[in-house]
């Protein structure tokens, strides 16, 4: 289960619809304790894939992670997953993100239709890797 305040969902939320027709993304700061993940705030960072392919591609680089390590460390957090906008798609992983997907983390995608977003999903990857389960998201 993953638990997000409903300020920072809409945050996130936010985000992805100001990237619109583009995929726009970020890292889940929060804690982790027994099998649970809190998100506690999101960081938003630039797609780095090239400007072509933005529109179904999203790139976080090594330097946007530890740049993410960082920020976490300094505010007594973790990173605990990734986000990121699937415009006019839904909001499931697709194979591309399998491939770049680490398990432990939380995946949250958004759909944003039309500028909108729809709906948001998390996931989890599997740790054989062969596909993901949804993981419940809470908010308060």
Do not use: C
Not at 76 to 103: K, M, Q
Not at 106 to 134: A, C, F, M, P
């Amino acid at each position: 289960m993953l638990t997000i305040p409903s300020n920072v969902l809409k945050a996130l939320q936010a985000h992805g619809e100001s990237t619109y027709p583009n995929e726009g993304a970020g890292l889940l700061l929060g804690q982790a304790a027994d099998g649970h993940k809190t998100v506690v705030d999101i960081l938003v960072l630039p797609n780095r894939w090239g400007s072509e392919e933005q529109y179904h591609r999203f790139l976080l680089t090594p330097q946007d992670m530890l740049t993410g390590e960082k920020e976490a460390a300094k505010r007594g957090l973790d990173i605990i997953g990734i986000f990121h906008s699937h415009p006019d798609h839904v909001a499931e992983p697709s194979g591309f993100d399998r491939d770049w997907a680490l398990p432990w983390y939380s995946y949250i995608i958004s759909t944003v239709e039309k500028g909108r977003t729809t709906i948001s999903r998390s996931w989890l990857l599997k740790e054989d890797h062969s596909g993901y389960d949804e993981e419940e998201i809470v908010t308060r």
